[in-house]
């Protein structure tokens, strides 16, 4: 069976703090790993990462895949307060399977 | 936003009864689905179609039922509702497998008293 397990799954940490939020997979056939932003509405598209060492990066947003060790991190650098929100993990696998099986999310809390 | 619409947005409805969610999409994405959100659980896959009249089964697809008869819309049904069928659910779209990319619509919030 697919398992996703993100870390940690709540965090309260003061503006302008880095966070890291991490994310572990076991799937068969790995194909690409995803990041959403979840704001009490519906989750949006963060990175995309397929390979290896190549971090995605999005203004204070960055994310690296280790595809040997099996996981993800997303660092989120400067935060704001508007950085509050469930931060989820995805894993997309190929060879007949489909959807994306998640992770239960890291809810973050930047106090101002 | 890939041009998902959900509806209802909400909905309370009684145990026993039938239900359908609609998904509507105007991006002509091949590839859409339906994710249900509950409180410890994360996002979990329904069901879904890769293409009209072309559906397949999720990781908890028990008491739902999907249809597609044109590209752009997916309907999701709850033959006979039950309590622990209350969640958030969500409906998603890419235009293909591989592209990784899953665009979701605004939700729609089901209570089953």
């Known amino acids: 069976e697919d398992k996703v397990v993100q870390s940690p799954l709540s965090l309260v940490v003061h503006e302008g703090d880095t966070v890291t939020l991490n994310c572990s997979y076991e799937?068969?056939?790995?194909?690409?790993l995803l990041w959403y932003k979840q704001e009490k509405k519906a989750p949006t598209f963060l990175f995309m990462l397929?390979?290896?060492?190549i971090e995605k990066k999005s203004g204070r947003l960055s994310s690296i895949l280790d595809k040997k060790e099996l996981f993800s991190i997303l660092n989120i650098t400067a935060t704001q307060t508007g950085d509050s929100a469930v931060y989820l993990c995805?894993?997309?696998?190929?060879?007949?399977?489909?959807?994306?099986?998640f992770g239960k999310g890291t809810h973050l809390i930047i106090q101002p | 936003d890939a041009g998902i619409t959900q509806s209802p947005r909400h909905k309370v409805t009684e145990t026993g009864t039938p239900v359908t969610l609609r998904c509507h999409q105007t991006?002509?994405?091949?590839?859409m689905y339906w994710y249900r959100q509950d409180p410890g659980h994360g996002l979990r896959l329904i069901h879904y179609?890769?293409?009209?009249?072309?559906?397949d089964k999720g990781e908890v697809s028990d008491g739902y039922s999907v249809s597609r008869s044109k590209t752009e819309d997916f309907l999701l049904t709850l033959e006979s509702a039950t309590s622990s069928q209350t969640s958030v659910y969500f409906c998603?779209?890419?235009?293909?497998?591989?592209?990784?990319?899953?665009?979701f619509g605004p939700g729609t919030r089901l209570t089953v008293l």
């Open positions: 991006e002509n994405h091949r590839y």
């Open positions: 179609s890769y293409g009209v009249k072309d559906t």
């Open positions: 998603a779209t890419t235009r293909d497998r591989g592209q990784g990319t899953q665009y």
């Open positions: 995805a894993v997309e696998v190929g060879g007949g399977a489909d959807g994306l099986t």
């Open positions: 799937v068969t056939n790995f194909r690409s």
């Open positions: 397929t390979s290896s060492g």
